[in-house]
């Protein structure tokens, strides 16, 4: 099923409390944040910020994008109001911030692909020579009322999408490899240290730029991630094996997100055909946390 159409290069999808949905367009005439009604056939621009890439939504409603142009993480309203929290990290610019997500720490956990994105891909287009680049990948804590922020990982090669799992451990991917790493929760937060848990390519995948991009959890504990130019979605069992495998209309599908609960689905984008694709799945997504502050751990993502 198709829910809409007519995006250029969307990513980025969250479903709102009242069915609506938020997403990024990434293509060069709008670069903007997007909101789509919940029925899919009406949408708004909130607000251009240049190449927006990933989205989270905090507990009063605030959208924070992961910015790729100028990057920067930014801040942004409804109402379309939008501030630069962070340019850097440990006194290091941003090259490509990607994907973002809350913990259960009330942190905003965000990824940055480590290659200027201007070069990498000039016209939104994957360099074909993308191997010579020395992928510098990192992944990052935010404090979201200071706006400090630290760096727990880096040297993955294009860090993509992040998700916090039922375990509260931190799940990155990298597209080069398709691998995905576990970072486990301790008593002091997120470890640094970074473990494999499992890898998304297809033995019989074309060659070429592909890899993992966008992921989330379902309330098994299933990990569901949108491989880029593989055209699927690959379903991850809770030991890192590969479950199923979901085939998208499109070869490009570039981020997965649960619907509300009750619905037992997914909403799929994808650069291909310019679309969010729809699809029935077993149970609901395992609930987003929204950077209450000192929230308990509840074993939710």
Request: include cysteine; charged fraction near 25%; proline fraction near 7%.
């Given at each position: ?7 250029q ?20 005439e ?95 287009e ?66 640094a ?20 991009d ?52 997914i ?35």
């Amino acid at each position: 099923m198709i829910f809409a159409r007519g995006l250029q290069n969307p990513e980025g999808p969250v479903a709102l409390p009242d069915g609506s949905w938020l997403i990024v367009e990434g293509g060069a005439e709008r670069g903007c944040v997007t909101h789509i009604s919940a029925d899919g056939a009406s949408r708004r621009e909130i607000k251009k910020t240049g190449r927006p890439n990933g989205l989270a939504v905090d507990a009063g409603g605030v959208i924070w994008v992961a910015e790729s142009k100028i990057p920067s993480l930014l801040r942004l309203t409804m109402d379309g109001h939008c501030e630069v929290v962070a340019t850097e990290g440990d006194g290091e610019p941003f090259l490509f911030p990607n994907d973002l997500c809350f913990g259960p720490d009330g942190a905003l956990y965000l990824t940055d692909s480590g290659v200027d994105v201007a070069v990498f891909a000039p016209n939104n287009e994957v360099c074909r020579d993308y191997m010579r680049f020395n992928y510098d990948g990192r992944v990052y804590r935010v404090d979201p009322r200071s706006g400090s922020v630290t760096l727990l990982d880096r040297g993955i090669r294009f860090t993509n999408g992040i998700a916090f799992g039922p375990d509260l451990a931190l799940y990155a991917n990298e597209t080069l490899t398709g691998n995905i790493y576990r970072y486990a929760w301790t008593d002091v937060g997120v470890s640094a240290k970074r473990e494999l848990f499992g890898n998304v390519i297809r033995p019989d995948a074309p060659p070429g730029w592909k890899g993992p991009d966008g992921m989330a959890f379902d309330r098994n504990g299933e990990l569901y991630v949108a491989v880029f130019a593989q055209g699927d979605v690959t379903v991850l069992a809770p030991d890192g094996r590969v479950a199923r495998r979901l085939p998208t209309s499109g070869n490009l599908p570039t981020n997965v997100a649960f619907a509300l609960p009750g619905q037992h689905r997914i909403h799929v984008t994808e650069y291909e055909y310019g679309q969010i694709e729809s699809f029935s799945v077993d149970c609901d997504g395992l609930p987003l946390r929204d950077g209450t502050p000192a929230e308990e751990p509840r074993g939710v993502a």
